[in-house]
C-alpha cells in the first residue's frame, strides 16, 4: 500500500527502503497498483544530487547481489549521446556563446524530443538488456531541454512490462485542490503528472 504522506528519511533509512522496496516480489511483480503503469519517483532533495548518485549506484550493486537487474539509464548520458550521433553536439559548443539561451533551447528540445528521439532511444535499451527494474536519472541535468512529465507520459507505452523508477531531485506531492505535481529542486512548479507512486511511501 501507498501511504498520503511522504516519510521523511535519513539517506541511510532511504538506502535501506529502496533496497527493501526494489527487492521485494510485490514490487517485482507489480502489486496493488490497480491499472495504473509501473511508474514510481524517488523523490530526495536536490542538496544531496551527488550522495544520491553514490546510492543509486550501491542500490544497483546491493540489489544485483540480491538477483534483481536493474537497467539503469541516464537522461543526460542518453541525451548527450543522441547530440553525438546527430553531430549536433560540437555545433552547440560552438555557436553557444553567441546565442540567445532561448535559441539553444529550442534547438536542443527539438533534437531531444522525448517522442521522436528519447522513448526510441529508451525502447532500444529496454529490448537490449535483461532487466528486472528500469532506473531513470539524470533529470536535474537535462532541464528545461527534457521535462520529466513529458518523458513519463510517453514512456507509458515503452516501459509498461518492468517497474520504472524515476529519481526526481526535488518534490513529488500530492493536493486535492491542484493534483500531483514533480516540483524540481523543489521550486518548478509546474510539472503535473499524476500517474506515479512516490516509492518513498511504498510498503512491502
Known sequence: M???????MSRKERAEHLYRVVTSERFLTKQGLGN??????????ARDGLKMIEDRRDLVARVSHAGVKILDLSLYELAVEILREREV???????????????????LQGVLDPQDHL??????????TEHDVIFLSGVGEVYPFIRS?????????????????????????HALATGASLDLFGELHDDK???AFNILNYEV
Open 89 to 107: 553536439l560540437d555545433q552547440i559548443l560552438e555557436i553557444e556563446a553567441e546565442s540567445e539561451k532561448s535559441e539553444i533551447k529550442e534547438l
Open 119 to 128: 522513448i526510441p532511444r529508451i525502447g532500444e535499451a529496454i529490448d537490449a
Open 2 to 8: 501507498e501511504r498520503n504522506l511522504t516519510k521523511e
Open 149 to 173: 512529465h513529458s518523458v513519463l507520459n510517453n514512456l507509458q507505452s515503452t516501459a509498461k512490462e518492468a517497474p520504472t523508477v524515476l529519481f526526481f531531485p526535488g518534490n513529488y506531492t
Open 36 to 45: 495504473e503503469v509501473p511508474f514510481f519517483i524517488c523523490p530526495f532533495p
Open 193 to 195: 503528472y499524476y500517474r
